[in-house]
């Protein structure tokens, strides 16, 4: 699993609760000290913590989260959230009546429960997200060894974005971890699509100019 080095041992923000986030290196199960969890139970759906976008920056690095094309965010909790393949969240926008974007939601995949000491059996409850359904290019790649592809025994992915994926994979993960509404989506991620379908339409267009 990839984890974030942060200065600080113990945070709590709303209902987020970020552990060890300071302390570095495995603990007993070999998994990385680092990781957030909540305060109370939260249903399928639920918002668990909602994130200000108002210092939205258009530098990408290891701390930031997208938003939007060319556009992303740090911020204190997301930083200690880390990447998962089977995740426990997923970020939805929330626009004005305008169409600006407000904030970003923090929404439950399925039920959460708080837990008090991390451990295999209960990696359920870990507050995860993946990366490949949010960032479309990281500044840093990772080989993924996260607890879903551990346990699954198959080889870890290099993890770098959704510009790395191939079009049909991505687009299967994306229907199978995210909303079926597509306005619940995160702009990007929408934007992305979009430009890679223009280009394989373009592609299938010049290859019919080249038989006629």
């Not at 790395?164 to 299967?172: R, T, Y």
Request: charged share 25%; with cysteine; proline share 5%.
């Amino acid at each position: 699993m990839m984890y974030k080095i942060i200065s600080m041992q113990k945070k709590h923000m709303d209902h987020m609760v970020l552990v060890n986030l300071g302390k570095q290196g495995l603990d007993e199960h070999n998994l990385p000290f680092g990781y957030a969890t909540v305060d109370k139970p939260f249903k399928q759906g639920d918002t668990l913590y909602q994130v200000a976008i108002g210092s939205a920056t258009s530098e990408n690095h290891w701390k930031a989260f997208q938003i939007n094309r060319g556009k992303h965010v740090i911020d204190s909790v997301i930083e200690g959230i880390n990447h998962d393949c089977d995740p426990s969240v997923y970020f939805e926008p929330i626009f004005s009546k305008e169409g600006k974007m407000l904030a970003v939601n923090v929404i439950a995949r399925r039920d959460i429960n708080p837990i008090q000491n991390r451990r295999p059996d209960n990696m359920k409850d870990v507050i995860t997200f993946n990366y490949l359904t949010n960032e479309v290019a990281m500044d840093a790649d990772f080989s993924c060894s996260c607890q879903t592809c551990t346990k699954s025994g198959k080889p870890p992915n290099r993890i770098h974005g959704m510009s790395d994926m191939k079009f049909l994979k991505l687009a299967a993960l994306l229907k199978d971890q995210l909303p079926e509404d597509k306005e619940k989506w995160m702009p990007q991620v929408l934007l992305h699509l979009k430009d890679r379908a223009a280009d394989i339409i373009k592609q299938l267009f010049k290859g019919a100019d080249k038989q006629a």
